[in-house]
C-alpha cells in the first residue's frame, strides 16, 4: 500500500512539474492559435538565468524568482519581435485570415529555439551546470509512508499562484478581457479598437514569464540545468495542452497532472522505458474520442 | 574566446612552422580525428579534443624526426556525419590514421568505410562488443562490458550481496552492461531480483527507484554516465532508499561528485585510471590537463583519449619513415605493454585492450582506490 501511496506522490509532482510548464504554453497559444516553439527555450533562459543570479549573488529564492521572470518577460517580448510581428507586418484582411501568414511563425518561432539553445550551448557547454548543492529544492519532507521534497511544496504553490492570478486578470481585468477577445476572434477584435499588437505583446510577456519561472524551479528542483532542458517538458506541455482541448488553461493543467499521474502510474506495471508511450496513448485516445480535447467543448477560448 | 585562442594558435603555428622551413624541412604526418564538438554530447568531444592536444603538443616537442598534425573533424555523435567524415579522411591521401569517434554507434557506421578503404581506426570510447569484430582496421582503448561485468559481479558477490538488482540506460551499451553482469551472478550463484532500464537523460528515476526498493535488494548494480547517475544518487537519498550502489567505469567522473554532493557518498565503481594515483605520467597528463582546461581532475574518458593518440603516435613513429596506412595498422596491432594513464595496453589478437581494472569508491568527496 505505502509503495502505492509513494508511486501516487511521485506522480503527482510530475503533473505539476509538467503544469507549471503547459500554463504559459497554452496562454501563447490561446491567443495566437498557433504553437510556440520557442516555449521550451524560455524556460531554458529563466533557469541559467536564475543560475547565474545565484552563483553570482546567492539571493534568496524569492529574489531569484523576481529577477528570472523579468528575464522571462524580456525574453517573451524578445521573442515575439523577432519571430512574430514581422509576419503581422501586412493587416489587409487577407493577411488577417490568411493561415499562411500566422503558421509561418511555426518555422520562424522553431528557428529562434534552436537559435538560442546553440547560443547557449557555445558559451556554457552542453554538459550539466554545476549548482551549488545548498540551493537545491530537494529536502525531503516525510508524510507518513510517503517521502515528498521541498520543491514540491514550493511548486504546488507556485503553479497554484500562477493558476490563479491568471484566472483572475483573464476575467476580471480590461488587459485580460482584450486578451479574451484577440483570442476569439483577433480581427474583430480589431475592429472593436482594441490594441491587438500590444494585447498580444503582453500575453507574450505574461507567457514567458510563467514559462521562465517554471524553468528555474525545475531546474532547482533536479538539480539539472543543460541546454536541452526545455525540449522534453515541451513535449509533455504541448500533450497536455491537446488533450485539454488547445486553449482551455484549466483543463491544460489537469492534463498535465493526468500525465504525471498515469507516467509513475505505468511504471508500476511496465518498465519506465514504456511510461512515456503510455503518456502517448492517452494522447491518440483523446484524439480519437474527443477530437476537441477533454475540455474543450465550451466556445470560450483562454 | 576559445576559437580566438585557436586563431592565434593556429597563427603561432604558421609562424613556428614558417620558422622551422628556414632550418630544415621537417615533413608532417596526418592523422584525423572524428569527434562531436557540437550537439548534446559536445562535452565529451571538446573533452577528447583538449587530451589530444596534450598529447600532440608533447610528442611534437620531444625532437622526433617528423611532425603530425591532427585534423579534428565534428561529427556530432550522429552517425551520417560520421560517415561523410570518414569519407573526406580516407579521400585524403595524407591521412595515415583515425581517432574516434565517440559512440558505438557512429564508430561502427564510420568503421564500414574504413574497412573498405583500409584506413586503421582506433577509438578511446567505443565499447560495443560488435566493434572491433568488423575488420582487422578497428581497434579500441577501453575496456569491454565482457571484461567489466564479470569483474563486477565477482565484486559484489564477494562483499556478500546475493540478491541484486540491475538498471541501466536503454541502449546497446546499456544492454551489455546487464547481460554481462546478470550472467555473472547467476553462474555464481547469485540471483538477480530486478532488471530494468530506463531512457537516457530520464528527469525523474524516483518511481524506478520506489520499485527497486520494494524488492528489497542487497545491492543495485548500475549501468549509467555520470549525469544521470548524479540524478540517480540525489533521487535515492530524497527518498531515504539506503542500498549501496555499484556501477561501471562509464560513471566514472569528477563532474558526477560536483553534481550530486554528499549523495554520491559511497558509490562503488570499477575505473582504470584514478588521478590520484602517483605515477609520474599519471600526474603529469593531470597537471597538464588543468593547465590547459582550467577545470578539476581529468575522468576517464580524456584518459582513454589521451593514451589514444599517444598509441597512434607510437604506431606511426614505429612506421615511420615512409608510414603508410598498412604499415601504420600493423603498428598498431604489435602494441605491447604501452605504458599509458589508463595502465598497460596491449591489443590481443582480436583488437580488444586488455585493462588491469581498479576498484575505487566515492569517500570524502574523492574516488579513492579501495581493495575489496
Known amino acids: 500500500m505505502d509503495y502505492y501511496l509513494q508511486q501516487l506522490a511521485i506522480g503527482l509532482s510530475l503533473g505539476m512539474v509538467y503544469a507549471l510548464m503547459a500554463i504559459g504554453f497554452t496562454l501563447i497559444f490561446g491567443v495566437l492559435n498557433v504553437v510556440n516553439f520557442a516555449h521550451g527555450e524560455v524556460y531554458t533562459i529563466g533557469a541559467f538565468a536564475g543560475l547565474v543570479v545565484i552563483t553570482a549573488f546567492a539571493p534568496p529564492l524569492f529574489v531569484v524568482l523576481l529577477i528570472v521572470v523579468a528575464v522571462g518577460a524580456l525574453a517573451g517580448v524578445g521573442l515575439e519581435r523577432i519571430a512574430f510581428k514581422p509576419f503581422r507586418r501586412f493587416s489587409d484582411e487577407a493577411s488577417l485570415k490568411s493561415r499562411a501568414m500566422r503558421e509561418a511563425t511555426l518555422m520562424s518561432s522553431l528557428a529562434v529555439s534552436i537559435i538560442v539553445r546553440e547560443a547557449i550551448e557555445i558559451g556554457f557547454g552542453s554538459q550539466f551546470q554545476t549548482v551549488p548543492l545548498d540551493r537545491l529544492l530537494n529536502k525531503p519532507i516525510s508524510l507518513g509512508p510517503v517521502t515528498i521534497v521541498s520543491g514540491d511544496v514550493i511548486i504546488f504553490v507556485v503553479a497554484a499562484l500562477m493558476l490563479g492570478g491568471l484566472q483572475y486578470v483573464l476575467k476580471r481585468t480590461n488587459v485580460g478581457l482584450s486578451i479574451r477577445a484577440v483570442s476569439s476572434n483577433p480581427l474583430g477584435a480589431k475592429y472593436v479598437g482594441i490594441n491587438t499588437d500590444r494585447t498580444i505583446i503582453w500575453t507574450f510577456a505574461v507567457g514567458s514569464m510563467m514559462g521562465a519561472a517554471a524553468g528555474i524551479l525545475v ?84 | 574566446m576559445d576559437r580566438r585562442n585557436l586563431l592565434i594558435g593556429a597563427g603561432l603555428a604558421a609562424l613556428v612552422a614558417s620558422g622551422g622551413m628556414a632550418f630544415a624541412q621537417q615533413p608532417v604526418v596526418k592523422l584525423g580525428y572524428q569527434l562531436p564538438l557540437t550537439g548534446n554530447t559536445a562535452q565529451y568531444g571538446q573533452d577528447f579534443k583538449n587530451a589530444a592536444e596534450i598529447a600532440l603538443a608533447k610528442f611534437n616537442s620531444s625532437g622526433k624526426p617528423f611532425k603530425v598534425e591532427i585534423i579534428f573533424e565534428d561529427s556530432r555523435s550522429d552517425a551520417k556525419e560520421g560517415i561523410a567524415i570518414a569519407r573526406k579522411f580516407v579521400d585524403n591521401k595524407e591521412i595515415v590514421g583515425v581517432l574516434g569517434d565517440f559512440t558505438s554507434g557512429v564508430s561502427m557506421a564510420s568503421a564500414q568505410v574504413y574497412k573498405s578503404a583500409g584506413m586503421p581506426q582506433l577509438s578511446q570510447t567505443a565499447s560495443h562488443p560488435d566493434y572491433a569484430k568488423i575488420s582487422e582496421w578497428q581497434f579500441r582503448n577501453i575496456t569491454t ?17 546475493k540478491k541484486i538488482a540491475v538498471i541501466a540506460e536503454q541502449t546497446d551499451w546499456g544492454q551489455t552492461v546487464v547481460s554481462n553482469f546478470a550472467d555473472e551472478v547467476k553462474a555464481k550463484g547469485g540471483e538477480i531480483v530486478f532488471s530494468e532500464f530506463f531512457n537516457r537523460g530520464l528527469a525523474d528515476f524516483r518511481p524506478i527507484i520506489t520499485k527497486i526498493a520494494r524488492e528489497k535488494p542487497d545491492a543495485i548494480y548500475t549501468g549509467f554516465f555520470y549525469e544521470d547517475g548524479a540524478q540517480f544518487l540525489k533521487q535515492m537519498k530524497q527518498l531515504g532508499v539506503d542500498i549501496p550502489v555499484y556501477s561501471t567505469s562509464a560513471a566514472y567522473n569528477q563532474k558526477l561528485i560536483e553534481l550530486a554532493g ?35 581532475e581529468p575522468g576517464q574518458f580524456p584518459a582513454q583519449a589521451y593514451d589514444a593518440v599517444n598509441i597512434m603516435l607510437a604506431a606511426v613513429e614505429k612506421a615511420w619513415p615512409e608510414p603508410t596506412r598498412q604499415k601504420v595498422r600493423d603498428a598498431l596491432a604489435a602494441t605491447k605493454d604501452f605504458p599509458g594513464v589508463t595502465g598497460d595496453t596491449t591489443f590481443d589478437a582480436n583488437r580488444e585492450p586488455a585493462k588491469k581494472l581498479t576498484k575505487a569508491v566515492v569517500k570524502n568527496g574523492q574516488f579513492v582506490a579501495v581493495t575489496d
Open chain 1, 219 to 302: 531546474g532547482l528542483y533536479y538539480g539539472a540545468i543543460f541546454p536541452s532542458m526545455g525540449f522534453i517538458p515541451g513535449i509533455k506541455a504541448f500533450v497536455a495542452m491537446v488533450m485539454g482541448g488547445l486553449s482551455s488553461i484549466p483543463g491544460a493543467v489537469i492534463c498535465a497532472l493526468i500525465l504525471g499521474f498515469s507516467e509513475s502510474i505505468a511504471t508500476i506495471f511496465v518498465p519506465s522505458v514504456w511510461a512515456d508511450m503510455v503518456a502517448y496513448g492517452f494522447l491518440i485516445v483523446t484524439l480519437i474520442f474527443f477530437p476537441r480535447g477533454i475540455f474543450g467543448g465550451a466556445r470560450d477560448r483562454v
Open chain 2, 145 to 161: 562490458q565482457a571484461q567489466e561485468g564479470p569483474y563486477n559481479a565477482n565484486w559484489m558477490l564477494e562483499r556478500g550481496f
Open chain 2, 262 to 296: 554528499a549523495d554520491a557518498e559511497g558509490m562503488h565503481l570499477t575505473a582504470t585510471f584514478l588521478p590520484s594515483n602517483p605515477a609520474p605520467h599519471v600526474q603529469e597528463f593531470v597537471a597538464a590537463w588543468k593547465e590547459k582546461t582550467g577545470q578539476a
